[in-house]
């Protein structure tokens, strides 16, 4: 599927499209942040919501299984902060295993800001907190994402994720991993995208 051709064909022949989206921009001052730090989410952001949460529950739980609920196997990619996993068997086995094996104690939280369905497609803007332990230390990031979801029989998931941390957080957050699995991960994270440039280059992959 190619859900980019999708959308802007969309965006063409139903033009609502993005006007729908850029009304809630003007009725509700986005810097708020998460929607349910100020007011009840609607029925919708509650289903976006949902999905959110229950991506967190895999990655506390490192369940394979729940992350096949938020997710669209086979038909799901991500990038975060610059790192990218084309499919979900790269992200479950070259980003997802690995985290299970070096976090401990993980708490992954994903708040939404903004989202809405139109059709079989739909959007959410979120923040997130990670936190968890490498050994005994203390390892917490957060950021910004974008999720594109799609209805898959019947159930709203995830089709593609970008996340996005500041940099002094993602320097603080390899320096806590050193000594404790980082050269592991660094070697499974070595230029899957096929552009000759490890994670270093892209910056650090951590949650």
Same mark, same amino acid.
């Given at each position: 599927k ?10 063409? *022949?139903?033009?609502?499209?993005i ?8 009725d !509700? ?7 349910s =730090?100020?007011r009840?989410?609607?029925? *919708? ?14 990655? !506390?739980?490192?369940s #394979?299984?729940i ?7 086979g ?5 975060? =902060?610059?790192y990218?996993n084309?499919?979900?068997?790269d992200?479950? +086995?070259?980003?997802?295993?690995? !985290? ?17 369905f139109?059709?079989?497609?739909g /959007?959410?803007? /979120?923040?997130? *907190?990670?936190?968890?332990? #490498?050994g005994?230390?203390? #390892?917490?990031? =957060?950021?910004?994402? *974008?999720?594109?979801?799609?209805l898959?029989?019947?159930?709203w998931?995830? &089709? ?22 980082? +050269? ?5 994270? =070595?230029?899957?995208d096929g +552009?000759?440039?490890?994670?270093? +280059?892209?910056?650090?992959?951590? &949650?």
């Open positions: 190619t859900i980019a051709l999708c959308l802007s064909l969309g965006a063409l *022949t139903h033009p609502g499209l006007l729908a989206a850029g009304d809630h921009a003007h !509700e001052d986005l810097s708020k942040g998460e929607i =730090s100020y009840e989410l609607t029925p *919708t952001e509650a289903t976006i919501q949902a999905v959110l949460d229950t991506y967190g529950q895999a990655m !506390e739980q490192g #394979v299984e992350m096949e609920q938020a997710v669209i196997p038909d799901f990619s991500t990038i975060e =902060s610059g990218p084309w499919s979900w068997e992200f479950r +086995d070259n980003h997802f295993a690995v !985290e299970v094996q070096q976090f401990s104690d993980v708490d992954y939280d994903m708040g939404l800001i903004l989202g809405e139109q059709g079989d497609l /959007f959410a803007i /979120f923040r997130y *907190t990670a936190s968890g332990k #490498v005994n230390n203390p #390892v917490s990031i =957060s950021g910004l994402g *974008t999720a594109i979801l799609e898959d029989d019947g159930q998931k995830m &089709h593609h994720l970008h996340t996005s941390a500041p940099r002094n957080q993602l320097q603080q957050a390899e320096e806590k991993l050193g000594g404790h699995g980082g +050269d592991s991960e660094g070697a499974a994270h =070595s230029d899957h +552009d000759g440039h490890s994670e270093d +280059d892209h910056g650090t992959h951590a &949650h």
